[in-house]
C-alpha cells in the first residue's frame, strides 16, 4: 500500500478503507480522508440542488407557458419531487439546507437560467415566488 491520493484517488481509497478495517490507523492520510468525508456531504447538496432547480425551472415553464403544458412537463415535476423526498428521507441532514436563505437564491438562480434557455423568455421573477413545502408538494402547481 502508498499510492498517493494525487496519483490515483480510487485505489488511494481502497488501500485506506483496508487500513482502517484493520485497525492501522497510524498508517491512514487523515487530512485526505477527512476531505473525502466532507465531499460526500457537498455530493448530497449538489443532488439535491441540482434536482431543485429541475423542479423549480419546470414550476416556472408550467406557470408561464401554460399553453405549452403537457405530460412531460407532469412527469418531471412529479419525478424530481418524488426523487427529492426520497433523497429527503434518506439523508435527513439535508433538511436544514432548504430553509438556508444563500442556497435557495443559488438554486433559484439556477432554475431561471434554465427556464430562461428552454423558454427564450426572460421575465422571470428575482426571487422564488413559492415557498418550500408548495414547491414540493405533489399536489402543488402554479397557476
Not at 1 to 12: A, K, P
Not at 72 to 101: F, H, N
Request: aromatic share 8%; hydrophobic share 40%; proline share 4%.
Amino acid at each position: 500500500m502508498g499510492t498517493s491520493y494525487e496519483q490515483d484517488v480510487v485505489t488511494w481509497a481502497n488501500e485506506q478503507a483496508a487500513l482502517l478495517r484493520a485497525g492501522k490507523l497510524s498508517a491512514i492520510d487523515i487530512e485526505h480522508i477527512a476531505e473525502e468525508i466532507e465531499d460526500v456531504g457537498r455530493s448530497e447538496q449538489r443532488e439535491l440542488a441540482s434536482r431543485m432547480a429541475v423542479l423549480l425551472a419546470h414550476l416556472l415553464k408550467w406557470q408561464f407557458q401554460p399553453d405549452r403544458r403537457g405530460s412531460s412537463w407532469q412527469r418531471t415535476i412529479k419525478e424530481q419531487r418524488r426523487a427529492i423526498e426520497a433523497r429527503l428521507r434518506r439523508t435527513p441532514g439535508l433538511q436544514p439546507v432548504l430553509s438556508d436563505a444563500a442556497w435557495q437564491d443559488e438554486i433559484w438562480a439556477d432554475a431561471t437560467a434554465k427556464a430562461i434557455e428552454e423558454t427564450n423568455l426572460t421575465d422571470f421573477p428575482d426571487t422564488c415566488p413559492w415557498d418550500m413545502d408548495e414547491v414540493l408538494s405533489q399536489a402543488f402547481y402554479p397557476a
